[in-house]
């Protein structure tokens, strides 16, 4: 029985009974009693309890401190009592002088155990610790037959420590580079990760995740699972990685205002299951400059489409500068549930690997059980009328769009409800070459309009030609490659721009520990995407679609004015090369469904 406040009826979803009242972890007393409550069926004073400890009768009908077995025996390991968390005489964060740090335990009987170096604390704590660079301090209290609380973990960032690092290029840590690597080291947000081995075998290992966000005062720690991704093919020395958020390691979730600032058009959230830190691998120097991943993933949210957010961030591991990695959202059932609404269960991810260079997309696979929606989705794709409560088409188009512009892979992700609603959204999995500054020219002319997408769907629903889906595509591709549009060259240009300002300072360090690329050459490659690509790629993209069919050979009519305010009594005029221009004054399309014309218009 879920002791909730939260009486019902009956059952709940999961087959759980619920009292009207609930129990404080400070201990209370508690009585079961028979129907008329006149005779005490049992009774209970238990103690103070800590977060996921129970207290409950063992096998032999004494009452102990156990792990919880909740619907099981109790058959778990058994504690003589639990210990509180240390004091820690400083806050965690971002320091410029040494100091002193005392640990203190509120536990009589028992040692204070840390360590220096990310592992789980060992070391017999015997007075205050000098802190003068860049440490994680990580400690917790031990005596034997107690439980220990979850290990706790303190980051200290020096950032003027940071450019003489063993692993850092020392070429960098002079004169105006210096300079730059101190104010970059400021300008982005700092994560610390905590962790006795640093996973490259794509195994889940428990440690610490600390946040320190510039303008931020609150410091954010929170215990996760850390995990390698991606990387399978490659041979970076730097690689990725993601962190989980989940019981198993204390909090099931991170609140944190990560994105605040970065929305790019789309509301951010702040409570995280799971988190990447993409290391960029091929966008950093083969087939880009770091800046692949995060144009498209912002471009899609500037077109109005969800999609992970990001933003740079440095990343210290154990006390180590480890480079700038891009953080972002995963895209996941959870990002859906948080986003959309719902249980995690109610979505459904479809994955689409192809690492072989090919063109052209594979059918995807859902991840199971939920595989039937899919299934229907791309057994009717042909359809447009069966499916357009199935895939969210909008977002199908502006996609293919996206992946039209670019020149990169074709791996994709694909996500969305087990039942028609929301529709199936759809991601580009892998940024490489999207901007490739060695490959401008090519860039610049590649047509790719007659892909058929994920699954076909796109290909397919061009191919039946429904007037309600030529007329959704036309209507998007004058939306985003026009008159101010996501992917005309201007607002490209603002995005790329905007993103090159956030890190100017902090590529140095990055560079300073990879060198896959200098600061000089780095700036070199995004001003070819800027001249090279960004000018004439928009209009050239256009005419391919409409040499492919894509766009009608009419031009859409031509308002004064695009939006945006105006004076009481603006005269508003459209002009057209010929026809009958209809139009509406309450937000609703001139044009119904099939085609008529709407009353209103």
């Given amino acids: 029985v879920c002791a909730s406040g939260n009486a019902l009826a009956g059952p709940d979803a999961d087959g759980y009974l619920h009292a009207g009242f609930k129990l404080s972890d400070g201990g209370e007393h508690v009585v079961l009693s028979s129907a008329g409550g006149v005779e005490v069926v049992d009774a209970i004073n238990y103690p103070a309890l800590d977060t996921d400890l129970s207290y409950g009768r063992g096998m032999d009908g004494t009452w102990i401190f156990l792990e919880p077995t909740p619907g099981e025996l109790n058959l778990a390991t058994a504690y003589s009592g639990w210990l509180q968390p240390l004091v820690f005489s400083q806050s965690r964060g971002i320091r410029s002088a040494a100091f002193t740090l005392s640990l203190t335990n509120p536990n009589p009987s028992s040692q204070t155990h840390y360590s220096l170096n990310g592992d789980e604390p060992a070391l017999v704590y015997g007075g205050p610790l000098n802190i003068s660079t860049t440490t994680s301090v990580r400690a917790r209290p031990f005596r034997t037959g107690f439980r220990a609380p979850r290990t706790q973990t303190h980051s200290y960032v020096f950032p003027a420590a940071v450019p003489t690092q063993a692993g850092m290029t020392t070429s960098y840590a002079t004169g105006t580079y210096l300079t730059r690597q101190l104010q970059g080291l400021q300008d982005l947000p700092t994560v610390c990760l905590s962790v006795p081995d640093l996973p490259d075998d794509y195994i889940e290992t428990e440690g610490s995740a600390e ?38 390691y204390g909090a099931r979730k ?3 205002p990560l994105f605040n600032g970065f929305d790019q058009g789309v509301a951010v959230k702040e409570v995280f299951d799971s988190l990447e830190l993409r290391a960029c691998n091929h966008d950093m120097v083969e087939r880009g400059f770091y800046m692949g991943g995060r144009f498209i993933e912002d471009s899609t949210l500037a077109m109005g489409s969800l999609n992970p957010h990001g933003r740079f961030v440095h990343v210290m591991v154990n006390g180590t500068y480890w480079g700038m990695y891009d953080m972002r959202e995963r895209m996941v059932d959870a990002f859906l549930a948080e986003y959309l609404g719902g249980a995690n269960v109610v979505y459904v991810v479809v994955r689409g690997n192809d690492n072989v260079g090919s063109t052209t997309f594979i059918p995807g696979t859902p991840e199971p059980p939920n595989r039937e929606l899919w299934e229907s989705v791309r057994a009717n794709r042909s359809s447009y009328m069966t499916i357009k409560d199935k895939v969210d088409v909008p977002h199908l188009i502006d996609f293919m769009l996206i992946w039209f512009y670019g ?110 690329r200098t600061p000089e050459n780095w700036a070199s490659a995004a001003d070819t995407i800027r001249t090279g690509l960004f000018p004439q790629r928009t209009t050239n993209l256009f005419n391919q679609l409409r040499a492919r069919g894509l766009f009608p050979s009419i031009d859409a009519p031509v308002l004064s004015q695009h939006g945006g305010a105006v004076d009481e009594g603006h005269a508003l005029s459209f002009a057209a090369a010929g026809g009958t221009i209809y139009y509406t004054l309450d937000g609703s399309d001139p044009r119904l469904p099939g085609g008529g014309i709407s009353p209103t218009a």
């Avoid at 303008?215 to 990725?240: D, H, L, V, Y």
């Avoid at 959704?472 to 026009?482: N, V, Y």
């Fill in 211 to 248: 946040f320190f966000l510039p303008g931020n005062p609150t410091r954010i720690q929170i215990n996760c699972g850390m995990e390698r991704f991606g990387g399978a093919w490659t041979e970076f020395a730097k690689k990725s990685y993601k962190l989980g958020f989940s019981a198993a």
């Fill in 407 to 516: 020149n990169n892979e074709n791996e994709f992700r694909c996500a969305g409800p087990v039942v028609a609603g929301s529709g199936f959204k759809f991601w580009l999995a892998d940024s490489d070459g999207y901007l490739y500054s060695p490959n401008v020219s090519s860039a610049l002319t590649v047509d790719r309009t007659a892909n058929a997408g994920p699954g076909s769907i796109f290909g397919s629903l061009v191919s039946e030609g429904h007037p309600d889906f030529k007329t959704l595509l036309a209507d998007r591709i004058q939306k985003h490659l026009f008159n101010g549009g996501a992917l005309t060259p201007e607002r490209n240009l603002a995005r790329l721009n905007a993103r090159m300002t956030e890190v100017y300072n902090a590529m140095v360090s990055e560079c300073a520990r990879w060198g896959y």
């Fill in 254 to 256: 991170l609140e944190a």
